[in-house]
């Protein structure tokens, strides 16, 4: 199983960013995805999750309305847009799969 995250940057207070995860070594259909996300100093936090067919399970309190997930089975990629991005909103993002992480994106939103 690999997990390739990218999309991640530099953004201002309210700018967009879209991250990818690149799904392979194995059906990526069959599964439900989740992106996370961790600062340092703190636990790694549930940002959001897609069932297998594309319905979306849940988002984190802190995300809802911004953040949107969406899957293309197709390409076996899971994607997260975020808009009105917040300084907050500061973490390596990090792609799931069960016991399965990727490595990592850094999204820094600074002015």
């Known amino acids: 199983v690999q997990l390739v995250e990218s999309g991640g940057g530099l953004v201002q207070p309210g700018g967009s960013l879209r991250l990818s995860c690149a799904a392979s070594?194995?059906?990526?259909?069959?599964?439900?995805m989740s992106w996370y996300r961790q600062t340092q100093g703190k636990e790694r936090e549930l940002v959001a999750v897609?069932?297998?067919?594309?319905?979306?399970?849940s988002y984190a309190d802190s995300v809802k309305g911004r953040f949107t997930i969406s899957r293309d089975n197709g390409k076996n990629t899971v994607y997260l847009q975020m808009n009105s991005l917040k300084p907050e909103d500061t973490a390596v993002y990090y792609c799931n799969r069960g016991i399965y992480w990727g490595k990592g994106t850094l999204v820094t939103v600074s002015s």
């Open positions: 070594g194995f059906s990526f259909g069959w599964y439900d």
């Open positions: 897609i069932g297998s067919d594309g319905r979306i399970l």
